[in-house]
């Protein structure tokens, strides 16, 4: 479970997107955000390939042309 609080300003066609990828593999999607979000801790659950020995965790705020913006606070990986 991937847990962080999220505060996104969303203008145009930006887009948030939380991206994960196991052992070096091609990152996939776990949350595209099309708008705004203040404050608020989002909880994503993470599918772990079996046999997967390390993660990456990418945030990206895609096609942005303004001063609006994605803080992300907090980050934290829990097993379960």
């Not at 390939?49 to 990986?77: E, H, R």
Request: aromatic share 8%; net charge negative.
């Amino acid at each position: 479970m991937l847990s962080f609080t999220s505060h996104y300003r969303k203008s145009g066609a930006e887009t948030a997107r939380v991206l994960v990828s196991f052992d070096g593999g091609t990152p996939q999607p776990i949350l595209t955000d099309g708008g705004d979000v203040t404050a608020r801790i989002e909880r994503l659950a993470v599918p772990v390939p079996a046999g997967a020995q390390t993660l990456k965790v990418t945030w990206s705020l895609a096609s942005g042309d303004n001063d609006w913006y994605w803080a992300v606070d907090n980050p934290i990986l829990t097993t379960s």
